[in-house]
């Protein structure tokens, strides 16, 4: 079945430090693939997304380029923020009437001043 | 809009009670779907409806009921809760009118079962 797959966790960074979330996925056709951030308390926030290969998806300084050819989806940022603390999940999504979402297990990220 | 709200936020059950968690959306959306979310995991799909009188199961829906009488509301029933059903809980929705389904997610109610 479709799967995916995130780098263990957690993750610390100092601000202003670059950032690289790796994820890849196994899936049979093509699927829309997707970054979720979920804020402390909060439930889960769409950040980007990219539905066919070669897509960059980008939002609020985060990047992640849908390659095929390694089946990955890594998000990237090259300046985070203590705002930017947060849960991150990458999810992949086939279309159709059962459009259930596909979750990584997440990773925290904590960003210290 | 208020989006997805889910009601309680917090609820402790004893094992064999019963509650219902609620969900409603206000943007008119035809898909609504229940995840569950334990602890260094991923969410994981419960049921799932298209639109109001159509529901349908997804990946761990044992010891679960939904219905949908409404477009708005998606309520999640457990007859009798287990220590295994220990998890945060989210509902969301997304509507199909574009090339992907984004969903959209509400607070989460986290539930514990002692």
């Known amino acids: 079945g479709d799967s995916v797959t995130q780098m263990e966790g957690p993750v610390t960074l100092s601000e202003e430090a670059f950032l690289t979330i790796n994820c890849t996925y196994t899936?049979?056709?093509?699927?829309?693939l997707f970054w979720y951030v979920q804020y402390p308390g909060e439930g889960l926030q769409l950040l980007l997304k990219a539905t066919k290969a070669d897509d960059k998806g980008s939002n609020k300084g985060f990047e992640a380029t849908y390659r095929k050819e390694t089946t990955s989806f890594h998000l990237e940022k090259g300046s985070v923020q203590v705002s930017d603390s947060a849960v991150y999940f990458c999810?992949?999504?086939?279309?159709?009437?059962?459009?259930?979402?596909?979750f990584g297990k997440g990773i925290t990220l904590s960003v210290r001043p | 809009n208020a989006g997805v709200t889910q009601t309680p936020k917090f609820r402790i059950l004893k094992i064999g009670q019963s509650m219902t968690l609620q969900c409603t959306q206000d943007?008119?959306?035809?898909?609504m779907y229940w995840y569950r979310q334990d602890p260094g995991m991923g969410l994981k799909l419960i049921y799932y409806s298209v639109g109001a009188g159509i529901t349908d199961k997804g990946e761990v829906p044992n010891g679960y009921n939904v219905s949908r009488s409404t477009t708005e509301d998606f309520p999640l029933r457990l007859e009798l809760a287990a220590p295994s059903q220990t998890s945060v809980y989210f509902c969301a929705s997304s509507y199909p009118g574009t090339s992907s389904y984004e969903q959209y997610f509400g607070p989460g109610t986290r539930l514990t079962v002692t």
């Open positions: 899936a049979t056709g093509y699927p829309s």
């Open positions: 943007m008119n959306h035809n898909y």
């Open positions: 999810a992949l999504q086939k279309g159709g009437a059962n459009s259930k979402l596909t």
